[in-house]
């Protein structure tokens, strides 16, 4: 089927035209070389004025778009999208860390979670606004409950890794096979260097803390916290004996930063 733009435009095919990019609310920008690539590929001329990362304003242009009518249609289709989606999560990962001010390192690990074609962006995103989409930036192991479940038990997952002594291994506690504080002394017995209690429950992370302390091993394994963990609550959780604050759909599922495509 013929494309209707090119009857839509037909009498002004050729003619070059200028758009600007606007963003409509404040944020932290990425995408950006999403956004470049997406133009070279239907053929337009974007001048972006931010790098990743940037703080962007409302209403104040972002870039420059130049190309025939047909192509700034496909610009406003393809460009803004991956701006927008990305800067969206990269405002929020920058949100986060900036409440948690240096009081527990924020991740979002449910990048895993995206399609295929969307994580290296989303990646490039959450490291855009300062967060990390890994647990820990060593060398790791990560052993999850469905790991632990084949293989019998934590102290067994944890044997099986034991010969890779550079890598820290991190073990997620759930509170399903046995009670937080049995699976945290499993862990923390066999060798684990950071503990992932990804149940949502406030009161379980506290429990894994106080059963470490009580080992004398506090020094040995970072703390880590994850399940449905909101961004307003962060204040919250910096007050506890947490090292690491894992937030995933607040993050990669954030609203999109809207960006206009208006020519002038």
């Known amino acids: 089927m013929k494309d209707i733009r090119d009857v839509i435009f037909k009498n002004i095919i050729d003619q070059k035209f200028q758009a600007v990019l606007i963003p409509e609310r404040d944020g932290c920008i990425a995408g950006v070389a999403d956004a470049i690539k997406q133009a ?11 790098k990743e990362g940037d703080w962007i304003t409302k209403e104040k242009p972002i870039g420059m778009v130049t190309a025939t009518p047909k192509n700034i249609a496909l610009a406003e289709e393809k460009i803004i999208g991956n701006l927008a989606k990305f800067s969206g999560i990269a405002t929020a990962a920058k949100r986060a860390v900036e409440l948690a001010n240096g009081k527990v390192e924020i991740v979002s690990g449910s990048w895993k979670k995206m399609p295929p ?40 997952a ?6 890779f002594t550079d890598f820290i291994k991190v073990v997620q506690i759930k509170g399903k096979q046995f009670t937080i504080e049995e699976e945290t002394r499993q862990a923390m017995e066999n060798g684990c260097g950071l503990l992932m209690v990804d149940t949502g429950n406030v009161e379980d992370v506290i429990r894994c803390s106080n059963t470490v302390k009580a080992m004398g091993l506090r020094k040995q394994a970072k703390i880590a916290f994850a399940g449905g963990v909101k961004i307003d609550k962060i204040k919250e959780f910096t007050e506890l004996d947490i090292d690491v604050l894992d937030i995933g759909k607040e993050i990669v599922d954030a609203l999109l930063l809207d960006i206009r495509l208006d020519v002038v």
């Open 40 to 50: 070279e590929e239907i053929g337009v001329e974007l001048a972006l004025y931010n």
């Open 117 to 156: 074609a969307m994580k290296d962006g989303v990646r490039t995103a959450i490291i855009a606004g300062g967060a990390s989409f890994r647990i820990t930036s060593n060398k790791m192991i990560y052993l999850d409950k469905n790991y632990i479940k084949m293989l019998g038990s934590i102290p067994a």
């Open 158 to 163: 944890l044997e099986t890794v034991k010969e």
